[in-house]
């Protein structure tokens, strides 16, 4: 059904917040979310979909980009002064990223994946100007580009130090958030599955030099690993994941961290669950917002504890506020948190 209306039973990080339908002009599969602010979000998906609100009410459906109308776009960063970056997922030069200046009502091609066995997975920005591309192993390293203007270029450091990747290991297109990138600093940290382990990569300098940590997650397998990273502080940091083709994924599900990446116990989100993103909320120095195919939780001490809040499948979450949400899902499934309500 377009625009399928789904409520979801959620906690809200504030009592007098709610949750509320925000029906689609899609169906698509949505992964992708950027929020600027309580009532201007894009969120992006299969088929060249972008979708855009500027009222919290309403979305309309965006012109793909020339030459994008088949791409799978799983991820979107508004950087503000209507500025939008779009990353797409796919082999070789079906990755791509497209920037607009003008909240997306015309794109330009600002980078082609130039590797044939490249996929990208996710962008992260440390601020309007800097940021990063996380792409899958290319010759035995994960491969992150850079971008020094605001997602205009695109370049590989030539002295970057990556740590060797392990066989099979990838990271996961499903919500824009196995890349993380701390506002305003200069450490960064992506997630990893596929391999006989589910690791965390972390750089202190934006980039330049990474190391890896292992963790309890378990992986095994093309499907299953760690998906999703947040962090509330440069220390405190929270992944999520389980197994994608199993939404009720009987496993580790929750890892978290207080030493920035170094070493990760185990937290759960819930008994069973798949959890594709996790998300911090600003304005709350403790909150986590989790989603995923088994539904939603929420974390109000840093991710020691979570409650589980409803079954709604959903594959990406945004928060600009305490009370100023959004979350996207299958068959173009979209909720806002309202204030108020």
Known sequence: MRGKLIAMAFIATASSSAWLPVQTPSASELRGLAALDATHAWASGSGGTVLRTGDGKKWEKLRAPEGGEALDFRDVEALGDRVVVLMSAGPGDASRIYRSTNGGETWMLAHTNPEKDGFYDAIAFFDAQDGLVLGDPVNGKFRVRATHDGGATWASDPGQIMPAAWEGEGAFAASGTCLFALKGGNDAWFVTGG???????????????????????????????????????????????????????????????????????????????????????????????????????????????????????????????????WAVGPKGTSLRLAAGR
């Open 195 to 325: 391999a006989k382990e589910a690791r965390v990569f972390h750089t202190t300098d934006r980039g330049r030099e990474w190391t890896v940590a292992s963790t309890p997650a378990p992986a095994g397998n093309a499907s299953s690993g760690l998906f999703s990273v947040a962090f509330l502080d440069a220390r405190r940091g929270f992944a999520s994941g389980g197994d994608y083709k199993q939404p009720q994924f009987n496993g580790l599900n929750g890892i978290r961290t207080e030493d920035g990446g170094a070493t990760w116990t185990p937290s759960p989100l819930s008994a069973t669950g798949f959890y594709s993103a996790v998300v911090p909320v600003p304005g709350a120095k403790d909150d986590l917002v989790a989603v995923g195919l088994a539904g939603e939780a929420a974390s109000h001490d840093s991710g020691r504890s979570w409650t589980k809040a409803g079954d709604t499948p959903m594959n990406a979450a945004a928060f600009t506020a305490l009370d100023s949400g």
